[in-house]
């Protein structure tokens, strides 16, 4: 971006300086076992997207940062709490899932946020990573949102819901 943040410590630092209570949020890893989730690397959000649009985000380049960010806020709308009722997560094989909500011990659902999923590589991979993280967590409740994709589709035998972000 313009503010030329090279490293993730530059970054943190920088966040950190920032840090208006409502500009920035952090969130954990999901992992069942809690020690484990503190060591993983946390995921930045800027909770006012024009903050976003304005500043560090070339708009062409991250449209798909941004509708991540729209449907983040929109889950802390919902009441859904950073590090203890929503998280990301990573799978074995190091496929990443946006955001993953639990309620009580149970993970709820599974969402993934993907811009755009017309070419046969994307759409691949995002349901791919979804599909392996609900066979890591128990978890049938799989969703993906997008810019304007509207669908059901069945995949590895897995039903995986596909709505627009303002379906959401």
Request: one cysteine or more; a positive charge; proline letters at 2%.
């Amino acid at each position: 971006g313009e503010l030329g943040l090279s490293s993730v410590a530059t970054t943190k630092k920088f966040c950190d300086y920032l840090a208006e209570p409502y500009l920035f949020f952090y969130l954990p890893r999901f992992n069942n076992k809690l020690k484990l989730m503190t060591k993983a690397p946390k995921k930045v959000y800027v909770v006012d997207n024009g903050f976003v649009q304005s500043t560090a985000f070339n708009l062409s380049e991250n449209l798909g940062r941004l509708l991540e960010n729209q449907v983040f806020v929109e889950l802390l709308r919902r009441g859904y709490i950073p590090g203890q009722t929503l998280f990301y997560y990573r799978t074995r094989n190091d496929k990443e899932i946006d955001f993953v909500t639990r309620k009580g011990t149970k993970v709820e659902q599974l969402i993934q946020v993907c811009y755009d999923m017309t070419s046969e590589k994307t759409r691949k991979r995002e349901l791919n990573a979804i599909v392996e993280a609900s066979e890591e967590l128990h978890c049938d409740n799989l969703l993906v949102i997008t810019n304007d994709q509207q669908e059901d589709i069945v995949w590895k035998n897995r039903k995986i819901r596909v709505v627009n972000v303002g379906a959401f």
